[in-house]
C-alpha cells in the first residue's frame, strides 16, 4: 500500500520520506502524538488499514473497519499561536473536498463544521489536535481523517447505516484507496503551504461548500434545543445563525450541535 500511494503522490510532494503504513493501529491520531513530542518533523503522516480505537470529536469512537477506509493523519507545525489556528479545520475540510473531487470527479458538501457529506450521508470525519510546548506556545497540529472510500449501505452497523455513506455509494464506482489516499496527502500540503496567507480564500471556498448555511438548523446545547436559521460562517468558523425574533448570534462547534431538518444533517 504504501509504495502504490508514493507512486501515485505528486512530484511535488516533498514529505515521502516521513510517511508511514500500518496494516492496524490504534489510533493514528494518538500514535502520531506521541510521535510529534519526540520531535518527529512537520509532514510526517501516518496511514492506517484498520483502527481498533479510532477517536472522533466530542470524545465519540470512528468506525474504522478493514480495507474499506483510508484512516490519515498529518503533522503540522505552523509558525504561530494557537489563536491563528481556528480555522484549521475548516481549511481540512475544504482540502479534503478538493483531494475527494479531484479522485471522484464529485466535490462533496461540507456540514458545519468539519464533517464530509454527499445528500444526508456523512463519508468523511477531522480530527485536529494540538499540542503545546511546557511554555503554552504552539507545538504542534495532529489532523486526522477518516474517510469512507468501498462499503455498502449493508457494510456500515445498523445504528449508522441511515446517515452514513461512502465515495463508491457517492459515484456508483470503485474506488482505489491508495488514489484516495495520495489526493489526500497532496491536498493536505497544499493547504499548509496557503495555511496562514490564504484564510479569505479559503473561506469564500468553505462557505460556497457547506451545506449547512442557508438552510433552518436546530441548536442543541445542554438540553435546551433551539431553532434558527444559518446564514454564514465567520472568520474564526464560528456559525452565524439569525434566531426568529431576529438576533444573531455566532456559535461554536465545541458549544452546540446541529441539526438541520433530515436528522444528521
Ligand atoms: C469525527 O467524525 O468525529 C472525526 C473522525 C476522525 C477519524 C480520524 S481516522 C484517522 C484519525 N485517527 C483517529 O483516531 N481519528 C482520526
Given at each position: 500500500m504504501k509504495d502504490e500511494i508514493l507512486s501515485l503522490l505528486s512530484p511535488q510532494y516533498p514529505w515521502r520520506e516521513t510517511l508511514a503504513y500500518f496494516p492496524e493501529i490504534d489510533s493514528t491520531n494518538s500514535r502520531l502524538k506521541q510521535l510529534a513530542q519526540e520531535g518527529t518533523p512537520a509532514g510526517t503522516a501516518l496511514i492506517a488499514g484498520h483502527q481498533t480505537g479510532g477517536r472522533g470529536r466530542k470524545g465519540r469512537s470512528f468506525f474504522s473497519p478493514e480495507g474499506v477506509g483510508i484512516y490519515l493523519s498529518i503533522l503540522l507545525r505552523p509558525q504561530c499561536e494557537a489563536a491563528q489556528l481556528m480555522h484549521l479545520t475548516c481549511a481540512t475540510a475544504v482540502a479534503m473536498c478538493d483531494a475527494m473531487e479531484r479522485v471522484t470527479g464529485v466535490r462533496p458538501g461540507i456540514k458545519w463544521t468539519n464533517d464530509l457529506v454527499f445528500g444526508t450521508r456523512k463519508l468523511s470525519g477531522i480530527l485536529t489536535e494540538l499540542g503545546f510546548t511546557p511554555q503554552g506556545g504552539l507545538d504542534y497540529a495532529v489532523v486526522g481523517i477518516g474517510v469512507n472510500c468501498c462499503q455498502r449501505e449493508t457494510d456500515f452497523p445498523p445504528e449508522i447505516r441511515d446517515m452514513a455513506g461512502s465515495l463508491a455509494m457517492m459515484t456508483g464506482k470503485n474506488i482505489d484507496r491508495a488514489q484516495v489516499a495520495a489526493s489526500m496527502l497532496d491536498a493536505l500540503y497544499r493547504m499548509n503551504e496557503t495555511l496562514l496567507t490564504g484564510v479569505d480564500a479559503m473561506f469564500t471556498q468553505y462557505r460556497k461548500d457547506?451545506?449547512?448555511?442557508?438552510h433552518p438548523v436546530s441548536l442543541v446545547r445542554g438540553g435546551e434545543v433551539r431553532h434558527a436559521f444559518a446564514e454564514t460562517v465567520d472568520e474564526a468558523g464560528a456559525l452565524v445563525v439569525r434566531y426568529p425574533d431576529g438576533h444573531r448570534e455566532a456559535v461554536n462547534s465545541g458549544e452546540v450541535s446541529v441539526r438541520g431538518m433530515y436528522g444528521y444533517l
Open positions: 457547506c451545506v449547512t448555511l442557508g
